[in-house]
């Protein structure tokens, strides 16, 4: 079992920016991908951005160009740089993370921007 706990999240202005902070339970050598999905009040949970364990990335188009996903091995740690939010970007972010028994999910941390 693969826990997960976010941090990061807050209220900015548009045009801030935030870092997420998503924290594992267990070593990335185990994981074969992490990522990070949304969920706006009356809306799907979508993907954000994904890394894999050889450092590929995918984004949504939405973001590309305005977040960066990456990670921190020696602290098994992923981070979502969050740059030009738009009060679109508002949501319940959540940390996820697949290894050969399946995906797991934090609690997500709020996301809110607006002036």
């Known amino acids: 079992q693969v826990q997960l706990v976010e941090s990061g999240g807050g209220l900015v202005q548009p045009g801030g920016s935030l870092r997420l902070s998503c924290a594992t339970s267990t070593t990335f050598r185990s994981i074969i991908t992490m990522g990070w999905y949304r969920q706006a009040p009356g809306k799907q949970r979508e993907l954000v951005a994904r890394?894999?364990?050889?450092?590929?990335?995918n984004y949504a188009d939405s973001v590309k160009g305005r977040f960066t996903i990456s990670r921190a091995n020696a602290k098994n740690t992923v981070y979502l740089q969050m740059n030009s939010l738009k009060p679109d970007d508002t949501a319940d972010y959540y940390c996820s993370a697949t290894d050969v028994s399946g995906t797991y999910w934090g609690q997500g941390t709020q996301v809110t921007v607006s002036s």
């Open positions: 890394i894999t364990t050889i450092g590929s990335t």
